[in-house]
């Protein structure tokens, strides 16, 4: 009968370890008092005192309260964490939360996610994400939120999004990217270093930040909303954009600032009616042969930005414009440095 009763012992504590093992295994995290604050009627999570946790499920609610920050830094340099679930009720990841997760490879949404934005470098150097979607209420993703992600590939971004800040998604592996049509803020450096091969400018885009394409040297398209308001492409948005050989900027435009396509691979440009400002070196060491300037000269309008000879046009470049404005062009301070290469515009229509 003992030993019955000893073996039957012996099973029950087999199973109970085995069931522990499993739910250590299986299960996630379990939040503590000291890992959050109470807010008012809301939580706001703080971290883990675990570091070397690898699942972690945001609750929808502890004590009763909606769990609806994650705090700055609050899971940063958790190495070992590959899992993360964020609870419906999470309307902001701060600045810094899961930085340097180097392990975390998925991130998911409840789907009745009420989120609106993700701070500055919530993600950064989340070196084993290789997608993810966002969910519909997002509205701000700023600055470096993903930046040196570098197996993230796939971005999937909500239509309500409206900012898309500094470095976004720069040093990331994304190739292909759907902006949304409320997007209105395409921050600096927003996907540059990527390989991404082509994009289209929301009409709402009224701004392309500095540096925001640059160094993107697979890209091969860019198009423009029909009703683009686009006036403003800051210095270096294309800086060394080899493999872009056209592009058909939209009416709209006025500035085009300091190096804006410089060691670009564009060959020809059109710049419209509303062109105001051409920046120093801002087709420096492209491959840019035929720029045609649409605009009829008026007194310093165009005007062409550090004109004592910075502007570095191409030797070989051909300048075309209205025949009634070429002599004025040519004697225009700034243009009179490159007076033989402009030439009207009619000489290209035969």
Not at 22 to 46: A, H, P, Q
Not at 98 to 104: C, D, G, H, V, Y
Not at 264 to 292: K, P
Not at 329 to 349: C, N
């Amino acid at each position: 009968m003992k030993k019955i009763l000893t073996a039957s012992l012996i099973v029950v504590v087999i199973v109970l370890v085995a069931g522990l093992f499993m739910w250590r295994g299986e299960d996630t995290y379990r939040f503590k008092s000291d890992d959050y604050t109470i807010d008012g009627n809301r939580i706001v999570l703080t971290g883990a005192q675990d570091d070397t946790v690898e699942h972690l499920k945001i609750p929808d609610e502890i004590r009763g309260r909606p769990v609806e920050e994650i705090a700055p830094d609050a899971f940063r340099n958790f190495n070992r964490l590959k899992n993360v679930e964020i609870g419906k009720n999470v309307r902001v990841i701060n600045d810094n939360a899961f930085r340097s997760a180097t392990r975390l490879d998925t991130v998911s949404f409840d789907e009745e996610s009420a989120l609106e934005r993700i701070g500055r470098s919530a993600f950064q150097r989340t070196l084993a994400l290789e997608s993810v979607a966002l969910p519909e209420t997002v509205n701000i993703v700023d600055a470096h939120a993903f930046e040196g992600a570098s197996a993230l590939h796939e971005a999937l971004l909500p239509e309500g999004l409206e900012t898309i800040g500094e470095g976004a998604f720069s040093f990331t592996a994304i190739e292909s990217i759907e902006l949304p049509g409320a997007l209105s803020t395409l921050g600096a450096l927003a996907f540059s270093s990527t390989p991404l091969r082509s994009v289209t400018i929301p009409s709402g885009v009224t701004v392309i930040g500095s540096g925001a394409f640059n160094n993107a040297t697979s890209l091969e398209t860019v198009h423009f909303a029909s009703s683009s308001a686009l006036t403003t492409i800051e210095a270096q948005a294309f800086a060394r954009t080899i493999s872009l050989e056209e592009i058909e900027l939209p009416t709209s435009l006025s500035r085009l600032e300091s190096g804006a396509f410089e060691e670009s691979g564009i060959e020809s440009l059109t710049l419209g009616e509303n062109v105001e400002y051409i920046g120093s070196r801002a087709f420096y060491l492209s491959n840019l042969q035929t720029l045609i300037i649409e605009r009829t000269f008026e007194a310093g309008v165009p005007w062409l930005g550090a004109p004592e000879s910075t502007t570095h046009f191409p030797k070989t470049l051909a300048i075309y414009v209205d025949e009634d404005s070429v002599e004025s062009y040519r004697e225009a301070s700034g243009f009179s440095h490159y007076a033989d290469q402009i030439v009207s515009i009619e000489t290209l229509e035969d």
